[in-house]
């Protein structure tokens, strides 16, 4: 799936109406049960599904939801084949990583610039709370957590979902422009409007540059991570000179 973030011209995502239904009566109630298919080859488990506008909202739990374009779905499967209590258990918690991974995908974030936020939101701690009231690792204030459909700040996998859907409406909103719609984050989009682009206050500022520079810095060890691999594969399958007698 593409990318939002591009530092320019940005393409939007594309969305298309999809029919309401839930998941199959006859599927049982247990988490991961049922699972969605992704255009990117991701697969989401839920135990239900609604319709809200162009988007689907996948219930992971009886309580919490994450929303995606509904045509970046593509099928669903029910597995309504007993499952052996050992399979029933809860599965080990995903990492932060893992969960800024899927939410970047999902959202069609750069997982790396989700990184950059969070390092500069709350040094990746999942239970920091700002003076403002902010909370978790992308630091979502309450009343925004809840537009986006998140229960509990404090659960990664939500807060971090939420707050890449937050993004990616930024992104959209200025275009594909990362400093106005971290200004945006940071200090509202009522502040951008007013300011016609990244408002004055120092704070703001400093944060915005923080995170282009952290996310500048991740893409660079990337690139040199890969061109290394690259020079490492070319030189183990090039032949040694042959030597003269």
Same mark, same amino acid.
């Given at each position: ?34 699972? +969605?298919?992704?255009? #990117? !080859? ?5 135990? =239900?599904?609604? /319709?809200?506008? @162009? $988007? ?46 899927? +939410?970047?995908?999902? #959202? !069609? ?5 989700? =990184?950059?936020? /969070?390092?500069? @939101? $709350? ?123």
């Amino acid at each position: 799936m593409r990318k939002l973030l591009q530092f320019g011209v940005l393409a939007l995502l594309a969305t298309s109406a999809f029919g309401a239904e839930n998941c199959a009566s006859t599927a049982p109630t247990v988490e991961g049960r049922c699972v +969605a298919q992704l255009a #990117n !080859g991701f697969e989401i488990p839920h135990v =239900r599904r609604e /319709i809200s506008g @162009e $988007s689907v909202r996948l219930y992971v739990s009886a309580a919490s939801y994450t929303e995606i374009p509904a045509s970046q779905i593509v099928g669903y499967q029910a597995d309504i084949t007993p499952l052996p209590i050992e399979q029933v258990a809860t599965p080990a918690p995903l990492t932060i990583d893992q969960h800024v991974a899927r +939410a970047g995908e999902v #959202n !069609g974030v750069d997982a790396d610039f989700i =990184r950059s936020v /969070i390092r500069a @939101e $709350s040094n990746a701690n999942p239970k920091a709370v700002s003076r403002k009231g902010a909370q978790g690792l992308m630091q979502l204030m309450p009343a925004t957590a809840s537009k986006l459909g998140v229960k509990d700040s404090f659960d990664p996998a939500q807060n971090v979902n939420g707050g890449a859907q937050f993004l990616r409406e930024l992104l959209e909103k200025y275009h594909g422009d990362a400093a106005k719609a971290l200004a945006a984050y940071n200090a509202g989009p009522q502040r951008v409007q007013q300011y016609h682009g990244v408002p004055p206050f120092r704070e703001t500022r400093l944060y915005v540059a923080q995170v282009i520079r952290d996310y500048n810095r991740r893409k660079a060890a990337a690139t040199k991570s890969t061109t290394v691999k690259k020079k490492q594969q070319i030189a183990s399958a090039t032949p040694p000179h042959p030597t003269g007698e």
